[in-house]
Nanobody, 121 residues
Framework: QVQLVESGGGLVQAGGSLRLSCAAS????????MAWYRQAPGKQRELVTTITSAGSTNYVDSVKGRFTISRDNAKRTMYLQMNSLKPEDTAVYYC???????????????WGQGTQVTVSS
């Protein structure tokens, strides 16, 4: 059984910062690409950023220069540092990992439970 548990998030004023974490646990043989998605009210879920196992990153244009994704492979944990937050960043943020479980030795996508980020103007 593989689980992703998110922490962080909350309410912050525009211009402020927040840090999200996502920790994987369970019978894990390996983890490939990790990603953060977000879903604002009334909108589709959006891919925000990704990081490969080697540390290569990609960001959606709207967060470039403000958000930083990182990972600690030993801790099976991913982070999202969000600076200079804007009201339009308000959304539920979800972590996603491509995990190979020891029980199946097959890669499958797993999702965190989601954490609310609210940026007030």
């Amino acid at each position: 059984q593989v689980q992703l548990v998110e922490s962080g998030g909350g309410l912050v004023q525009a211009g402020g910062s927040l840090r999200l974490s996502c920790a994987a646990s369970g019978s894990i043989a390996g983890i490939g690409i990790m990603a953060w998605y977000r879903q604002a009210p009334g909108k589709q879920r959006e891919l925000v950023t990704t990081i490969t196992s080697a540390g290569s990153t990609n960001y959606v244009d709207s967060v470039k220069g403000r958000f930083t994704i990182s990972r600690d492979n030993a801790k099976r944990t991913m982070y999202l540092q969000m600076n200079s937050l804007k009201p339009e960043d308000t959304a539920v943020y979800y972590c996603n990992m491509g995990v190979v479980a020891t029980t199946t030795l097959q890669r499958r996508d797993y999702w965190g439970q989601g954490t609310q980020v609210t940026v007030s103007s």
